[in-house]
């Protein structure tokens, strides 16, 4: 299992930017796949985007154009780059890892979720 631990949330005015990072810990991090994730409050978790070992990288059409993940194998590290915020980016955003990209996109699958890192966008 993967172990994470989010940093670099904060507030923000709409079309401005933010980098999350996420270091993982625990099971191999160079052979999972991982994943970006946001929940509001009352909505369930949802998938924004994900990166496999070999670095490619698929997203939801939300925030398609305006995220970018990418990773630092020798870091253990996942990042989130966010530009073009909208008021409706603001969640908690989480990250997890699984060897399998069909267990990113259904997140109910993963386990050991971290405590996240709280994204506001302003209007």
């Known amino acids: 299992q993967v172990q994470p631990v989010e940093s670099g949330g904060g507030l923000v005015q709409a079309g401005g930017s933010l980098r999350l990072s996420c270091a993982a810990s625990g099971s191999i991090f160079s052979i999972n796949a991982m994943g970006w994730y946001r929940q509001t409050s009352g909505k369930q978790r949802e998938a924004v985007a994900s990166?496999?070992?070999?670095?490619?990288?698929k997203y939801a059409d939300s925030v398609k154009g305006r995220f970018t993940i990418s990773r630092d194998n020798a870091k253990n590290t996942v990042y989130l780059q966010m530009n073009s915020l909208k008021p409706e980016d603001t969640a908690v955003y989480y990250c997890?890892?699984?060897?399998?990209?069909?267990?990113?996109?259904?997140?109910?699958?993963?386990?050991?979720w971290g405590q996240g890192t709280q994204v506001t966008v302003s209007s």
């Open positions: 997890n890892g699984d060897p399998l990209l069909f267990s990113i996109w259904n997140p109910s699958r993963l386990r050991s």
């Open positions: 990166i496999t070992s070999d670095g490619t990288t």
